[in-house]
């Protein structure tokens, strides 16, 4: 999938909901492990402007940023990072351009204000949910639900594994070298239909946050 | 709620389904920590057998069986751990006796062959299901989902938090006492809505037991 003046066997990521904390981060730390990114906006300029203001070393290619749908059309694999509320409309922007491509899905299904108590979508949870959405060409693989995004910015430890959901093994395998390449573990959590257990934990999560009056609460999976 | 030749302050606890891995192990747990339990089966001769196989020190109350409506009659505190699909009879059968009493619903909903793969109940999780069932009198908070159980019954120690459940925080408290008491860290999980988090988490421990070749993978949480 690697082109012209891109390093060889580097995917190019689109990151769609790229001008929020965790999209941003995720960004960040892809560019700087030498990803081509491009981050996908509603507002193509808002898109440039959270491009430029991630720093890459010197000839590691530059963020750019673009509408959503030409974010997606430059891409090998699309990240989801939106609110809940974007979810579909985001899903219809890309879906013309998702043929074949891995879509990674963070989006969780918070209903603000009580963002601390879990919601099922009736699909089961929100990456079944785009997988009906985009249909059969798109191999939706969902990650990212349990990251404290604004960690993501910094360069503490991030003590939280990422599990990866997918009914296909081998996406999830790509999406897992994604996950390492961010600085995280990854680990295989199964079909997309268990996505719902990391969906809803960002529920938990959030409520031990509150209640423990701690930062950015994890989970760190034991034995493997 | 102590009675006499009851020591001060111990809840009287039944574990229905105490005679599986799971119940037996946490029936075990609490007995040699001073509480006493009554195991309560379907059949109270296999209760009474599970009650006689744990071994009580000296001066503790002995373990005892029932049948499970007798042994909800008999305690303070309900816990089921039942196979899912055993639930509602279990539920059925402690109704009548759970009145103002706590049930503590370990069931996850599982249903075999497929059971790395998470189901979710048309209620939004086992422990909404139970609540409905049970109706207003009794208190249901859900725990010990992501515990495996036979570890339980070993001396080592068992690299996993308990989330705990419920949508009144008192009883939330009172059955995170009872978690520490068997030797586990209990955690606020937040409103009995939330439990769909470490039931379907159990799902995927599985996938990971299976995929990663590990005895009994389980979960952390970092912050607290």
Redesign the interface.
């Known amino acids: 999938m690697s082109e012209v003046g891109q390093p060889a066997g580097r995917l190019r990521i689109a990151v769609i909901g790229g001008t929020g904390v965790l999209g941003s981060g995720l960004a960040q730390r892809w560019a700087r492990a030498g990803y081509p990114v491009v981050i996908g906006s509603r507002d193509a300029g808002k898109a440039a402007q959270a491009a430029a203001a991630i720093a890459v070393p010197p000839g590691l290619p530059p963020v750019r940023g673009l509408s959503q749908s030409e974010a997606a059309v430059a891409a090998d694999v699309i990240v989801l990072t939106v609110p809940f509320a974007a979810h579909n409309a985001s899903l219809d922007a890309i879906r013309p351009s998702c043929g074949g491509k891995i879509v990674v899905d963070a989006t969780v299904p918070l209903v603000p204000p009580k963002v601390?108590?879990?919601q099922?979508p009736i699909e089961?949870c929100a990456a079944v949910q785009a997988s009906q959405r985009l249909g059969n060409d798109a191999v939706v693989v969902s990650a990212f639900h349990n990251i404290s995004a604004h960690k993501l910015g910094g360069s503490d430890p991030i003590?939280?594994d990422v599990?990866v959901f997918g009914d296909q093994r081998a996406a999830r395998e790509a999406v897992i070298r994604l996950v390492e390449a961010a600085g995280l573990r990854g680990?295989?959590?199964?079909?997309l239909?268990?996505s719902?257990?990391?969906e809803?934990?960002t529920?938990?999560?959030i409520?031990?946050?509150r209640?423990?009056k701690?930062?950015?609460?994890?989970?760190?999976?034991?034995?493997?």
Chains 1, 2 share one sequence.
């Open positions: 601390g108590t879990a099922i089961g003590e939280c599990l680990l295989h959590g199964g079909p239909a268990n719902i257990a990391a809803a934990m529920s938990v999560l409520t031990i946050n209640l423990y701690v930062d950015g609460a994890g989970i760190r999976i034991t034995g493997p």
